[in-house]
């Protein structure tokens, strides 16, 4: 099913948005779609642009326009700073920009004269050369600024969809809220496979820990809702789940791993309200899902990523131990300046997830370790290479980041106090004071041959400060 397309009766609802109340059926929605693919500048090739989302009812006619008219789109969380923003327009240097507060925001385009606000277009396009496969770009780690994207072709995006669509046995009658960012991968499966789906897209882009946010989830009669670990979290401990959400019938997490002892919590008051609950597993290299683990055995396989999604397989390298995915949905491979929008496919269908794992007997996976340096914190894949050299530079110092999906950890060879890095850490990467610890030190342990021992940092230190 090409969702893009929007083949859908005519008269079924497609979105409402949850603030205005206002509703576009599939027919306005096309409608409202080919407005804004018509407002595209046209360059004599191939385009490529930019969307700085967000889950409004514009950003996802543009998302929509772009996939239907053959253009290349980035895209952006629009609640990032502005400086974040320039770095990813800097290295790419995209034809137009969708959603930007001001013509002056951003220095070489002007308001497009098309009518479609919010649209920008670049005062001198330059040549480029962009794959002919090439459709969406979505970023790697989150608001660490590092320009890396994944490359994703139409198919790609396509075959998640349907894939999600089959596991979770989605139909018309589905109504799921935007609860996740549309410039997330996680975020935008929910659309893309709810469209493919013929679903009606509720949108808000409140908190869920907003009252306003089960106020429209109640008043729309929301069927679905998707969360990151952080999110359940949160959510079980306020008990919100237990009293708010009378129609929902399916909760789906992904973004990292949940506690083990949250998950039985959500599997028994799945079972009381009569959800189902899916945990999942994926990376935005695969355009979102890798893995489900069935609601009828969660109750017994708690811990576990679970299965390949339809049309997916599992595998584990013999000798490395590593996960390795293979299906329609893996990406082309990665960009990381403007130049690699022109690569072919260098992946042919096999991802190499970085993750250590084991089969048990019944074919379920699960994650026992990683081979890479990153954590996945909120949903959000944070490089700690990447987040190490941004300290470091704030800092003048020496650093060390390792940590686990709740807390990233920094030692730094510094000798004053550590509460203003702590401070810029969490400003910088918008993270909660509680998920961030740091520790100063005179000097960093090293392994015998110069290099940062992080295996000695991971162990729990006595002097830290939160």
């Given at each position: 099913?090409?969702?893009?397309k929007?083949?859908?009766?005519?008269?079924?609802?497609?979105v409402?948005?949850?603030?205005?109340?206002?509703?576009?059926?599939?027919?306005?929605?096309?409608?409202?779609?080919?407005?804004?693919?018509?407002?595209?500048?046209r360059?004599?090739?191939?385009?490529?642009?930019?969307?700085?989302?967000?889950?409004?009812?514009?950003?996802?006619?543009?998302?929509?326009?772009?996939?239907?008219?053959g253009?290349?789109?980035?895209?952006?969380d629009?609640?990032?700073?502005?400086?974040?923003?320039?770095?990813f327009?800097?290295?790419?240097?995209?034809?137009?920009?969708?959603?930007?507060?001001?013509?002056?925001?951003?220095?070489?385009?002007?308001?497009?004269?098309?009518?479609?606000?919010?649209?920008?277009?670049?005062?001198?396009?330059?040549?480029?050369?962009l794959?002919?496969?090439?459709?969406?770009l979505?970023t790697?780690?989150g608001s660490?600024?590092?320009?890396?994207?994944?490359?994703?072709?139409?198919?790609?995006?396509?075959?998640?969809?349907?894939?999600?669509?089959?596991?979770?046995?989605?139909?018309?009658?589905?109504?799921?809220?935007?609860?996740?960012?549309?410039?997330?991968?996680y975020?935008?499966?929910?659309?893309?496979?709810?469209?493919?789906?013929?679903?009606?897209?509720?949108?808000?882009?409140?908190?869920?820990?907003?009252?306003?946010?089960?106020?429209?989830?109640?008043?729309?009669?929301?069927?679905?809702?998707?969360?990151?670990?952080?999110?359940?979290?949160?959510?079980?401990?306020?008990?919100?789940?237990?009293?708010?959400?009378?129609?929902?019938?399916?909760?789906t997490?992904?973004?990292?791993?949940?506690?083990?002892?949250?998950?039985?919590?959500m599997?028994?008051?799945?079972?009381?309200?009569?959800?189902?609950f899916?945990?999942?597993?994926?990376?935005?290299e695969?355009?979102?899902?890798?893995?489900?683990?069935?609601?009828?055995?969660?109750?017994?396989?708690?811990?576990?990523?679970?299965?390949?999604?339809?049309?997916?397989?599992?595998?584990?390298?013999?000798?490395?131990?590593?996960?390795?995915?293979?299906?329609q949905?893996?990406?082309m491979?990665?960009a990381?300046?403007?130049?690699?929008?022109?690569?072919?496919?260098?992946?042919?269908?096999?991802?190499?997830?970085?993750?250590?794992a084991?089969?048990?007997?019944?074919?379920?996976?699960?994650?026992?370790?990683?081979?890479?340096?990153?954590?996945?914190?909120?949903?959000?894949?944070?490089?700690?290479?990447?987040?190490?050299?941004?300290?470091a530079?704030?800092?003048?110092?020496?650093?060390?980041?390792?940590?686990?999906?709740?807390?990233?950890?920094?030692?730094?060879?510094?000798?004053?106090?550590?509460?203003?890095?702590?401070?810029?850490?969490?400003?910088?990467f918008?993270?909660?004071?509680?998920?961030?610890?740091?520790?100063a030190?005179?000097?960093?342990?090293?392994?015998?041959?110069?290099?940062?021992?992080?295996?000695?940092l991971?162990?729990?230190l006595?002097?830290?400060?939160?």
């Amino acid at each position: 099913m090409e969702f893009w397309k929007l083949p859908h009766p005519d008269s079924c609802p497609a979105v409402i948005d949850t603030r205005s109340g206002r509703q576009w059926t599939y027919a306005d929605l096309r409608r409202e779609v080919a407005a804004h693919q018509e407002s595209l500048p046209r360059l004599g090739r191939k385009s490529l642009g930019a969307i700085l989302a967000r889950n409004k009812s514009e950003s996802l006619f543009m998302y929509l326009a772009a996939l239907r008219s053959g253009s290349a789109v980035i895209l952006l969380d629009a609640a990032w700073k502005p400086a974040v923003i320039g770095e990813f327009l800097e290295s790419y240097r995209p034809d137009w920009v969708f959603g930007g507060p001001s013509e002056d925001e951003f220095l070489g385009f002007h308001r497009s004269v098309s009518g479609v606000d919010g649209l920008m277009e670049r005062d001198d396009p330059e040549d480029l050369d962009l794959h002919p496969d090439l459709a969406l770009l979505l970023t790697t780690s989150g608001s660490t600024g590092n320009p890396k994207l994944v490359r994703l072709a139409l198919k790609n995006v396509a075959a998640n969809a349907n894939s999600i669509v089959q596991y979770l046995a989605l139909t018309p009658n589905e109504r799921p809220i935007t609860s996740l960012p549309m410039s997330y991968s996680y975020g935008l499966s929910v659309v893309n496979s709810h469209l493919a789906a013929g679903g009606c897209l509720l949108l808000s882009d409140d908190s869920v820990l907003q009252r306003s946010f089960w106020d429209a989830l109640d008043r729309h009669c929301g069927t679905s809702f998707a969360g990151v670990p952080y999110t359940y979290q949160m959510l079980l401990q306020t008990g919100l789940l237990k009293t708010r959400g009378v129609s929902l019938t399916t909760l789906t997490q992904a973004g990292g791993r949940l506690d083990e002892r949250f998950i039985r919590q959500m599997y028994e008051l799945a079972q009381t309200r009569g959800w189902k609950f899916f945990v999942m597993y994926g990376q935005t290299e695969a355009t979102a899902r890798i893995s489900y683990v069935p609601f009828e055995r969660l109750g017994a396989k708690i811990g576990a990523v679970g299965v390949a999604i339809p049309d997916g397989a599992l595998s584990i390298d013999d000798e490395s131990g590593e996960l390795v995915y293979s299906g329609q949905n893996v990406m082309m491979g990665y960009a990381e300046c403007r130049n690699d929008l022109a690569n072919d496919d260098e992946l042919r269908g096999v991802l190499r997830t970085g993750d250590l794992a084991r089969r048990d007997d019944d074919g379920y996976f699960y994650i026992t370790g990683r081979l890479k340096r990153f954590l996945k914190m909120f949903g959000k894949r944070f490089n700690l290479d990447d987040v190490e050299k941004v300290i470091a530079r704030r800092c003048n110092a020496t650093v060390a980041c390792y940590g686990r999906d709740d807390l990233l950890q920094a030692a730094v060879e510094y000798s004053g106090g550590v509460e203003a890095i702590h401070a810029m850490i969490c400003e910088t990467f918008d993270l909660p004071r509680p998920a961030v610890q740091v520790v100063a030190m005179q000097e960093l342990p090293r392994t015998p041959n110069g290099k940062l021992d992080y295996q000695r940092l991971s162990q729990p230190l006595a002097a830290t400060r939160d």
